[in-house]
């Protein structure tokens, strides 16, 4: 079975501060992929970012960075000098290929709060 | 290219009514997912088709609720005799193959009054 575990219920910053989002999952596949999506209030889904467990390479996109670490079984999502427009609720997920297709399998979503 | 579309995008039923949740997956895209969101939760697989095909329906509540994916045309989640448990957000996703990521549609606010 997979589990992902978003520990941060709802983190607040002020603009301009840095964040992370923790997200720690759990599988026995050797093969899998991580995900970030974004849910912004106006509450459709936003494709971030897609890793693979064979790659552990950090990725950053601008302002967004992800730090995957198999040793600790962590995907974690850090924003560089937030912005407003980041209040969202993010969701870490996971895919795993046991049987066949893709389905994911979420954490329960880090609502983040980007004041001025 | 258009995203993932789903209809309607906000839907109200009395209890014991039926309601028909409809997405059409991005061009080119032949698998097709439900989620649902339940207030305060997160997202939960319901199920995974392909063209004319269940695939995985793992997910899905044992009884009262089918999808479809016909030949021609969207896909269907199908609730019949809705309860006031069944009010949530229903997503759709879609993706061009098998291990490819999954583009989500904007959803359908389901409220069972």
Same mark, same amino acid.
């Given at each position: 079975a997979q589990k992902v575990t978003q520990a941060q219920t709802e983190i607040s910053v002020v603009e301009k501060e840095d964040v992370t989002l923790d997200c720690v999952y759990e599988t026995r596949d050797t093969t899998y992929y991580l995900f970030w999506y974004k849910q912004p209030p106006s509450g459709e889904l936003v494709f971030l970012i897609r890793r693979n467990s064979f790659d552990e390479q950090n990725e950053i996109s601008g302002r967004y960075s992800w730090n995957f670490q198999k040793s600790t079984s962590s995907f974690n999502f850090t924003i560089t000098?937030?912005? $407003? $427009?980041?209040s969202a609720v993010y969701f870490c997920a996971l895919a795993a290929f046991t049987g066949g297709g893709n389905k994911l399998t979420f954490g329960t979503g880090t609502q983040l709060k980007v004041e001025l | 290219n258009a995203g993932v579309m789903q209809n309607p995008r906000h839907l109200v039923r009395r209890r014991g009514q039926e309601a028909r949740l409809r997405c059409s997956p991005m061009k080119g895209h032949s698998h097709v997912y439900w989620y649902r969101q339940l207030p305060e939760e997160g997202l939960k697989f319901m199920v995974y088709l392909q063209k004319e095909n269940i695939?995985?329906?793992? /997910?899905?509540?044992?009884? @009262?609720f089918s999808a479809e994916f016909p030949k021609e045309g969207p896909s269907i989640l199908r609730i019949q005799q =809705? =309860? @006031? /448990?069944?009010s949530a957000a229903y997503f759709c996703a879609s993706s061009p193959g098998e291990r490819e990521t999954q583009y989500f549609g904007p959803g359908t606010r389901l409220l069972v009054l």
């Open positions: 000098a937030s912005q $407003v $427009v980041d | 695939i995985d329906e793992s /997910g899905m509540p044992k009884e @009262r =809705v =309860v @006031r /448990g069944d």
